[in-house]
């Protein structure tokens, strides 16, 4: 048996009153009972060090988050600067959209309004619809004919670009999908990006939405025409700040019109931009993405600039046509004139 120089202070005195097989049953009883006690505050220690970390990092969460995923992405995507803007009355600005996002690129929430309700979001759809085909990295100038499988058999929508007929790059395709909403062009791009044809491009477009953040999110397909395609407007804020990196959707989003020759006998078509603010010299658009479908209402998604930052809106479920529009001017001059009277 070894002997016990580590346990100095045990009184060896008192087990010399014992017969010598007691004394070291008594010894022995002792020292495994300091081992096991001193094992399992060890380990108490070690679980109440390791739960410690959890419990902070969500105290943490809350604190940041303010009750939404959209503020801790916000705060961890954007650079914190004053906010010149903290004066704007909300109870002055009154719009006409069932949801609406107001964030600034600091991620200053300027105006919020049902924005974790999930809804659908209509063609808002092609701005991940194109970002996936860009994603893909698949060459831009390869030709792409709109063939029946393209045809809406869902909405029955209406499209200029006839069947087994019309015939555009694939860039054209993005840009007539994206800037004027054609269902078709949205179809053939989700029908041949991937050899897993649609249904390959379905995942890639829910897993690119995971990607971001936008766990509110779903799609089934490129168009936007099935109503089963849903997000929020805190998503939607994270999807368009993800769109308007890729300098190619900047450019078609930013135009007000194309023309482009689908058809073999050089027959012209002419593309205008749903969104009409983007020809208003008023207004400094830098991505942006309308829809419409009867369970969506009228919907307008942006990247703009105002006064001397960017501010990211989102309306979704408008009743009247022009309603989105309507409310971005609106939010326009509310943050002008709020801006200028603070100012002075």
């Known amino acids: 048996m070894p ?53 902070a990092n969500a105290q943490t969460w809350s604190q940041t988050a303010s009750g939404s995923d959209l503020d801790h992405w916000m705060q961890t995507n954007q650079r914190p600067r004053p906010n010149s803007w903290s004066q704007l009355n909300r109870s002055l600005l009154h719009l006409q959209s069932a ?60 499209s200029r670009l006839r069947i087994n007929e019309a015939t555009l790059s694939r860039g054209e395709m993005i840009t007539v999908a994206v800037m004027s909403s054609d269902n078709r062009a949205a179809h053939a791009l989700g ?37 089963n395609n849903r997000s929020s407007a805190e998503d939607l804020v994270k999807m368009v700040k993800a769109a308007a990196t890729y300098p190619f959707l900047r450019e078609i989003t930013a135009r007000g019109q194309i023309t482009v020759y689908p058809f073999a006998n050089g027959t012209a078509l002419q593309y205008r931009n749903t ?19 009867n369970e969506a ?29 309507g409310d971005s001017n609106r939010v326009r001059n509310w943050i002008l004139t709020g801006h200028q009277t603070a100012a002075r």
């Open 191 to 227: 029908r041949t990006t991937f050899r897993g044809g649609t249904p390959a491009f379905i995942n890639a477009m829910n897993r690119k939405a995971k990607s971001l953040g936008m766990y509110d999110t779903y799609f089934e397909d490129s168009s936007g025409l099935n109503g």
């Open 99 to 158: 949801s609406a996002l107001i964030v600034d690129e600091d991620g200053n929430r300027l105006y919020s309004k049902n924005t974790q309700q999930i809804k659908p979001i209509a063609s808002v759809t092609k701005l991940m619809t194109a970002m996936v085909v860009l994603d893909a990295g698949v060459p831009m100038n390869t030709p792409i004919k709109i063939i029946e499988d393209d045809r809406d058999r869902l909405r029955n929508s209406r």
């Open 3 to 55: 002997r016990l120089h580590a346990l100095p202070s045990l009184p060896r005195t008192s087990f010399r009153l014992l017969p010598d097989k007691w004394g070291r049953s008594v010894l022995l009883t002792v020292l495994f009972s300091i081992l096991i006690l001193s094992g399992t505050a060890c380990a108490s220690n070690h679980e109440n060090q390791s739960a410690a970390a959890p419990v």
């Open 275 to 293: 969104n009409p603010l983007v020809r208003d010299p008023d207004w400094q658009i830098d991505v942006s993405k309308t829809g419409f479908i």
């Open 297 to 325: 209402g009228h919907c307008l998604v942006m990247q703009t600039r105002i006064g001397d930052r960017r501010v990211y809106m989102v309306f979704l479920d408008s009743a009247g046509r022009q309603s989105p529009v």
